[in-house]
């Protein structure tokens, strides 16, 4: 890799590490059975690589981008999503984009 990509790498890091965990997300959400896409907030920790702490606004950016709809409930630390952006990468290549990065 050329010095100028890993400059663009090292300086968007953080940019990139976010949009692969919303991808992550993503996939869970869309493997899920169109009637039952609960998911807790430990599992998406898990598969997003997402403090626990963090998974609460990991999932309203994501609703903000309109990524997905659902709704979040809090106090059993759960996550419905209803709809999911039909522009999904599989988990492979959500691997790959990681190993890559």
């Known amino acids: ?3 100028f990509i890993q400059d663009i790498l090292k300086n968007h890091s953080k940019n990139l ?3 692969i965990r919303l991808m992550a997300f993503l996939e869970l959400a869309f493997n899920l059975p169109k009637n039952n896409r ?3 907030f430990e599992k998406l920790s898990k598969t997003c690589g997402v403090p626990i702490e963090h ?3 990991m999932v309203m950016k994501t609703m903000a981008l309109k990524l997905v709809k659902g709704s979040i409930d809090q106090l059993r630390g759960e996550v419905t999503v209803g709809w999911v952006a039909p522009k999904v990468l599989e988990n492979e290549r959500v ?3 990681l190993k890559k990065f």
């Open 1 to 3: 890799m050329n010095a």
């Open 17 to 19: 590490e976010q949009k």
């Open 95 to 97: 691997g790959t984009m």
């Open 55 to 57: 998974v609460e606004f």
């Open 38 to 40: 609960v998911i807790t």
